[in-house]
């Protein structure tokens, strides 16, 4: 997946600023696919100029809205119906697991109560926007829904596995 192909996505559904591309990836899409600011007004430019979305509009401040074009469409439905599906999973943070016996306990521990902190918090987030969403049931909302209930579960399960791994670390890593 690249970015490229989730603003794609979010503008099929209906034109946007970059403004309320951000907020869109913030409230849904961060949990699968994080972007910034920066990130997504580059790949906006981008995109513009491959004739992949269009402006549609300007508002106040030069604010622009794209809107995705029918080379744009093609363009996502070609990516969402390419075979070979690409399952690599990263963790950075995982990464570092791999290597907290090169720490003190103490230096591990932290970082994994860390690790369960940040997941109960993202559990809280993702829990609020699914409580506080108006659920009507249209296709794009239903996609949605899968991909913030798959965060809510994964958030729930790190955050247990953290604690778990922390009792684990005080048990088998010697002080240094």
Sequence with gaps: MSLRHALLGLLAEKPASGYDLLKRFETSLAMVWPAQQSQIYGELG?????????????????????GITDAGRAELRQWLTEPGLDLAF???????????WTLTREEGTAFLEEFARHNRERLTALESIRDN????????????????????????????????????????????
């Design 133 to 176: 969403v108006d659920w009507v049931g249209d296709p794009a909302q239903i996609s949605g829904w899968l991909i913030l209930e798959y965060g809510i579960r994964g958030s729930r399960t790190a955050e247990e596995w953290a604690h778990w791994a922390t009792e684990r670390l005080a048990e088998h890593l010697p002080e240094k």
């Design 46 to 66: 981008k995109l513009n100029d491959s004739g992949l979305i269009e402006v549609t509009g300007t508002g106040a401040r030069n604010r622009r809205e794209y």
């Design 90 to 100: 990263r963790s950075a943070a995982l990464l570092r697991v791999f290597f907290l």
